[in-house]
């Protein structure tokens, strides 16, 4: 058919992403700039300062985008922007810019859910998954196992009753004093841990279905720092180590179990792990290990295209336009939305 070019932009949270894909030529460019270092001060995003900085970085990263790919204003076929869930006003800057440029083009907007974004995000991969499979969103506000059978074709399988697994890791980093977000810092750290010196539960493993639970490892992980506290002060190098791998253990060996399980009872084979803590060097290992014990295979984006990004959005969006979507002029962020 014909090629259409999608402009996608994220700034849902703490990033500012922005790209260009082409139905024919695949992702033709890319860039992103990342508030962490300016929220890391904080120990978390100051919603206020997000948005501001959205603000002073999005129109620029546009142009750059426009200018690496060598691409006028002219080319561009629909403009798609995450319309929700995040920070609302964060969600506010994304909105209302992409809004306003496709009203300019005079080409249609595409309002994307930032979790589709993420869930297809390992579709730009060279090889990527087919419909349908099952998807394990985990990111810093969303775990959940969803029934993919086409795009817009979501079924929800099962989800987090408290924590999302990112924000579990960010909570655990936080008691150990590591900086935000803190899913990477444990990550690196669980590296040098003692295998053994803490077994922390998985949470929810004997009991049937597909729901997850992390507020009680949050718990475990909080007596388990107290605990050394006590005994000797400060925690040492090696002790937030070995408190980051039993950590990290616990929470991808309770994913891969439901992963597995979920497999089981939709009888599908390929999983698709996508959103932040799917860059998780351990969590691939695990599963890939686990599935293969059911015939099962795992599909996840390259590291960047897990976390938040714009090339995601402009994915999206393009299988949107595809579809026939049009938004009208008005439009609506949504702090809270359902996939
Ligand atoms: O998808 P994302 O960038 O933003 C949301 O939509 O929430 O996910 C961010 C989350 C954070 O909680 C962060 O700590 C976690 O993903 N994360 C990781 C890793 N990289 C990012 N968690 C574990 N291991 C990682 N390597
Ligand atoms: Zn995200």
Request: hydrophobic share 25%.
């Given at each position: 058919g014909v090629d259409m070019l999608v402009l996608g932009i994220e700034t849902s949270c703490d990033e500012t992403g922005v790209a260009l894909y082409c139905s024919?030529?695949?992702?033709?460019a890319d860039a992103l700039y990342s508030q962490i270092e300016m929220h890391n001060e904080y120990g978390g995003v100051v919603p206020e300062l997000a948005s501001r900085d959205h603000v002073k970085k999005l129109l620029p990263l546009i142009q750059s985008v426009l200018d690496q790919a060598g691409?006028?204003?002219?080319?561009?076929?629909a403009v798609a922007y995450?319309?929700?869930?995040?920070l609302v006003g964060a969600l506010m800057v994304g909105t209302m810019t992409a809004r306003a440029i496709a009203f300019a083009w005079g080409v249609p907007a595409l309002g994307v859910h930032h979790m589709e974004g993420h869930l297809l995000a390992?579709?730009?991969?060279?090889?990527p998954p087919e419909f349908p499979f099952v998807a394990l969103l985990v990111s810093g506000g969303h775990t959940q196992l969803v029934q993919v059978d086409?795009?817009?074709q979501y079924a929800l399988l099962g989800e987090s009753l408290d924590d999302a697994a990112g924000e579990a890791f960010d909570k655990a980093a936080k008691m150990m004093k590591l900086?935000?977000?803190?899913g990477p810092h444990i990550a690196r750290l669980a590296e040098q841990g003692t295998a053994g010196r803490f077994k922390f539960p998985r949470p929810?493993?004997?009991?049937?279905?597909?729901e997850f639970s992390f507020s009680g490892l949050k718990t475990y992980t909080l007596n388990t720092v107290l605990a050394i506290e006590k005994a000797q002060g400060e925690l040492e190098e090696q002790d937030k180590a070995d408190i980051a791998h039993a950590f990290q253990e616990a929470v991808v060996e309770t994913l891969a179990i439901k992963c597995r399980r979920a497999l089981e009872q939709t009888g599908m084979k390929q999983l698709v792990m996508a959103g932040?803590?799917?860059?998780?060097t351990r969590l691939r290992e695990k599963l890939e290990d686990a599935l293969a014990k059911v015939g099962g295979k795992v599909f996840y984006a390259r590291p960047e295209f897990c976390?938040?990004?714009g090339a995601m959005i402009a994915f999206a969006g393009c299988q949107r336009l595809k579809a026939g979507q049009q938004d009208d002029l008005a439009v609506k962020p949504v702090a809270r939305w359902p996939l």
């Open positions: 024919q030529k695949g992702l033709i691409i006028t204003n002219k080319e561009v076929d995450t319309k929700g869930p995040g390992p579709m730009l991969e060279e090889t086409g795009i817009g900086p935000y977000p803190g929810m493993v004997d009991r049937p279905g597909l932040g803590v799917s860059a998780n976390t938040d990004n």
